[in-house]
Every structure is written in structure tokens, then in C-alpha cells.
């Protein structure tokens, strides 16, 4: 009896933790507009009117691919491998990057921006390890790093699973790590308690 109920418990599970990874996205939607890819710009209703203004071939592959692109101001801001990409929105043109501590993995999750963050205007780069990298997006150096905890005595392979939502000086997002094991819902402070360091650890 209690072999089925466990059995059952699984897809309840799943399903429990998609629907918060969905509440998490949608209420980022509201949260942070400019970086979830609502825009009041008009579109084209017809071939006619849309035409190629610039590309820009990135990725190598699923395990080297680039995050969905995120465009905040005249920039636009994209993640590959262990590098997180500034480019100009209306040319394509690179215009700086910097490294990060790990890689962006599958880069299935994608980049958030906040405005005023401690004086900062920054992106949230969801990176491997389910960890969180905070940048500067104006002078594309790195503010501090998250360290996700976990139960139990082995570190699991956490993926970020949920888009990072930031409100009100704190960032909150899901991890992933298989089916038969624990992933992990997060909420960090975003202040910078160590201005000098820019791998500080936010636990």
C-alpha cells in the first residue's frame, strides 16, 4: 500500500513544483515588464512591414547554446558558455561582455534586469549549479554570487529551473534536479554587504 501511494506522490510532486515555478514566472511578469518580454511597441501585421535589421550567429550546439536575448534600453544582453554578451539593440554590434564563475549550461532560463538595485542597475544570470550571478549592466562587472543550500550530506546538481524575480530588494527563483531527488525554491537579499568583492557569496 505505501509502495503506491509513494508511486502516486511522484506526479503530484511534479506537478506541484511546476505550478509554482509557473506562479513565480507569471508574477515576474508584472514585476520586472522590461526584462519578461512584454513590450507596448507596435508589430507587424504583415510581411510587408517586417524585414531582417540585424543577426548575429551565436551557440554551438544544445550544450553550448545562447539564453533567450533580453533587450532593456539600447541593449540588448545575452548569456553562452561562461559569458554574458552586451550588444547594441540597434545594430547587433558587441559592445562589452564579461566572464562568470561557471556556465550557463543548456541556458533554458533566461536573464532578468532590475533598475536601482542598491544603486546598481543589474542582471540576474541564472547560471549551472543553480546558482545566480549579479552583474552591473552598465559596467558589466560582477557584484556578488549566490550559494544554494541543500539538504543531506551530497551537494545535488542543481539546475535554475524558473525565471529569477526580483522584488523590493530580493531575488527569488526554483532549482531543479531530477525526479527522484529534492530541487529548492530561493529567496536572497540583493544589498552588496562586500563592495570589493565581486565573487561575494550570498547564502
Known amino acids: 500500500m505505501e509502495e503506491k501511494m509513494m508511486i502516486k506522490r511522484k506526479p503530484l510532486t511534479r506537478i506541484l513544483c511546476m505550478l509554482m515555478a509557473a506562479v513565480i514566472a507569471v508574477t515576474g511578469l508584472g514585476w520586472s515588464p522590461a526584462s519578461a518580454g512584454v513590450t507596448d511597441s507596435d508589430i507587424p501585421n504583415s510581411m510587408d512591414y517586417g524585414t531582417l535589421k540585424w543577426s548575429v550567429n551565436m551557440g554551438t550546439g544544445y550544450t553550448n547554446a ?3 536575448p533580453m533587450v532593456h534600453g539600447d541593449y540588448v544582453y545575452v548569456g553562452m558558455n561562461q559569458t554574458l554578451y552586451k550588444l547594441e539593440k540597434e545594430t547587433g554590434k558587441q559592445v562589452d561582455q564579461t566572464t562568470l ?3 550557463f549550461g543548456f541556458a533554458t532560463a533566461a536573464l532578468t534586469y532590475a533598475e536601482n538595485v542598491n544603486g546598481h542597475n543589474v ?3 541564472p547560471i549551472s549549479e543553480g546558482v545566480v550571478q549579479a552583474i552591473d549592466a552598465d559596467t558589466m562587472t560582477s557584484l556578488w554570487v549566490t550559494t544554494p543550500a541543500w539538504t543531506g550530506d551530497k551537494k545535488p546538481a542543481l539546475s535554475c529551473l524558473s525565471r ?3 522584488d523590493n530588494g530580493y531575488i527569488y527563483y526554483g ?3 531530477t525526479d527522484d531527488t529534492t530541487g529548492y525554491f530561493y529567496c ?3 544589498s552588496d554587504s562586500d563592495p570589493l568583492s565581486a565573487t561575494e557569496a550570498k547564502n
Request: no cysteine; hydrophobic share 40%.
Open 66 to 68: 545562447p539564453t533567450p
Open 101 to 103: 564563475v561557471d556556465t
Open 123 to 125: 542582471v540576474f544570470a
Open 164 to 166: 529569477v524575480v526580483y
Open 175 to 177: 532549482t531543479w534536479n
Open 188 to 190: 536572497h537579499d540583493t
